[in-house]
């Protein structure tokens, strides 16, 4: 085929976003010289790599053909809008992998999602994400937990998950809830946590509230618990096990409160009456 039939074929093509077909279209030419400019579209639009290509466009024309509410764009402007759609991602700090593909965009624009719609998404995830990451505490723990070996949440991590938590990165709740919790532990007097003992109270049966509500307890009860690293102290490993619901070492802090209820007359001294854990 000579240059000046693969530039005619450029021109057609490429205005109509349909510039990738080229190959094909020279070769359905090449196959059958009478065809038209028409007949030439036809056969590229009935092609299995157009029919996955523009798989998205394809699902709003049989929605439209339905009846049902739905702009069709042209091809044209289809790769107008994965342009958008990827810049969006771009600007909000999407992790690699999530929602930046082709075959993203086009379930996005098979499903009848405007760049519009996409954008605001996007924007109130990234503003949900910053909310959770007000907290300094939280971001020294995710700092000092995972800067060499985790997910980037303040990166974008966090903000795929309030996007879409089916899709983004298998660890990013784990880990933004294990920086929580242990940065709670801080407060509450435990000392700083490892990775693995924040990560234990992250996946702790009884749920995230209720290891807050335990650490918030354990906060009120240095009396009783000692000062965590001082001689005669409960250990460690024994706060962070009370905090995840563990009923034997539960039981070792009620244990040594009321042995110490017991040494004051009266209601005196130590006054705590509640039940505890």
């Known amino acids: 085929m000579s240059a000046a039939m693969e530039r005619e074929i450029q021109a057609l093509l490429a205005p109509k976003g349909l510039g990738m077909f080229a190959g094909v279209a020279s070769q359905f030419i090449v196959d059958n010289d009478d065809l038209d400019a028409d007949r030439l579209l036809g056969q590229i639009r009935g092609t299995d790599t157009y029919r996955t290509r523009f798989r998205g466009l394809l699902e709003l024309q049989e929605k439209a053909a339905r009846g049902e509410v739905a702009y069709v764009p042209t091809e044209f402007e289809v790769l107008q809008i994965e342009r958008q759609m990827e810049a969006a991602a771009a600007l909000h700090s999407f992790p690699p992998g999530f929602y930046d593909t ?13 760049i519009a719609e996409f954008s605001r998404r996007a924007a109130s995830a990234e503003q949900s994400a910053q909310a959770a990451l007000s ?38 709740e784990r880990q933004f809830t294990a920086a929580r919790l242990s940065s709670a532990a801080q407060r509450a007097g435990v000392g700083r946590l490892t990775a693995g003992q924040a990560e234990g109270l ?4 009884q749920g995230e509230g209720q290891t ?11 009396e009783v618990t000692g000062e965590f690293g001082r001689q005669g102290a409960l250990t460690q490993d024994v706060l962070v096990a009370a905090a995840g619901g563990d009923l034997e070492a539960q039981g070792q802090i009620d244990r040594r409160r009321q042995e110490r209820l017991a040494g004051f007359s009266g209601g005196g001294g130590f006054a705590r009456t509640q039940e505890g854990f």
């Open 102 to 114: 082709v075959e993203d965009f086009q379930d996005m624009i098979g499903n009848n999602v405007s």
């Open 135 to 172: 907290d300094p505490g939280i971001l020294l723990e995710l700092d000092r937990l995972y800067v060499d070996n985790g997910v980037d949440l303040v990166g974008g991590g966090l903000t795929a998950f309030f996007l879409d938590p089916e899709r983004a990165p298998v660890d990013v």
């Open 202 to 205: 992250a996946t702790a049966e």
């Open 212 to 222: 807050l509500a335990n650490l918030e307890e354990l906060g009120t009860m240095g």
